[in-house]
């Protein structure tokens, strides 16, 4: 009886709940043009890797050398992360090395979150991320560090990094349901994939250059933390801008 009237009363207050974050993004066409065609897709890969596809959250790591973002998820009742799909980086501009001033067309690299998402991008749908974080603002141009990267759709870009308008909208979908999910999404921009091989390259890039070869050093300090547990990495920074992991 008690439940009921609840119920009853519920259903006749006018009370309105509030709406989710899925709820306010597919007010947005793009968006909800990416569900309709996306959403069947991106549930079987989360399910075949044995994660909920109705709860879960995303992380993301970029390879620059080697054009690859994978999408890597985990089921809100585990903190391992799986890797569920692979996605090519389709163009690129700058070298190899972080982003360090504005217009000096770089990939920034270090660890990173989506902090905003934008579903009327002028390259179709655009995520977000939080370049510069509190070791770019030490270690790039104090003055003008630029911003504004993004992963995005179409495949054109100035330090950012595009993988067509057809992948954008299965790593947005992802993207909205992580967040409605609760939590910020991981992005993890590396120069290469920092095994014995990787380092050996990088080596070989910057010879000599101690500064930079220490910057990736530290960098892959976060690398083998999450190959080796595959949990979202908690991370402090010193005042000289590197990484404490």
């Known amino acids: 009886m008690i439940v009921s009237a609840i119920i009853f009363m519920f259903l006749h207050s006018g009370f309105v709940p509030p709406e989710s974050f899925r709820d306010q993004q597919k007010k947005f066409e793009r968006v909800r043009t990416a569900y309709q065609e996306k959403e069947a897709s991106v ?10 596809p109705n709860h879960f959250r995303i992380l993301i790591r970029v ?3 080697e054009g690859e973002l994978e999408l890597w998820a985990h ?20 070298t190899i090395g972080p982003k360090r001033k504005e217009g000096d067309g770089q990939v920034p690299e270090g660890f990173y979150y989506v902090n905003r998402f934008n579903p009327a991008s002028n390259f179709y749908l655009s995520l977000g991320i939080n370049y510069p ?42 993207s909205v349901e992580s967040k409605t999910n609760g939590g910020d999404i991981p992005v993890y921009i590396f120069p290469c994939r920092m ?24 960098l892959k300090e976060g690398y083998d933390e999450f190959e080796k547990k595959k949990n979202i990495l908690h991370f402090k920074v010193d005042k000289n801008g590197a990484y404490i992991f």
């Open 75 to 94: 089921s809100i009742s585990t903190d391992t992360f799986c890797l569920v799909s692979t996605y090519r980086v389709c163009a690129s501009s700058g």
């Open 43 to 52: 549930r079987k890969a989360i399910e075949n890797k044995s994660v909920d």
């Open 63 to 65: 390879f620059k050398k």
């Open 133 to 174: 974080n509190e070791s770019d603002r030490i270690l790039s141009d104090h003055r003008n560090p630029g911003g504004d990267i993004f992963i995005h759709g179409n495949c054109v870009t100035i330090g950012c990094i595009p993988i067509t308008d057809d992948k954008i909208k299965e790593i947005y979908v992802m």
């Open 195 to 218: 095994h014995e091989t990787g380092m050996k390259y990088l080596e070989s890039q910057r010879p000599g250059d101690k500064e930079q070869l220490s910057f990736w050093q530290n």
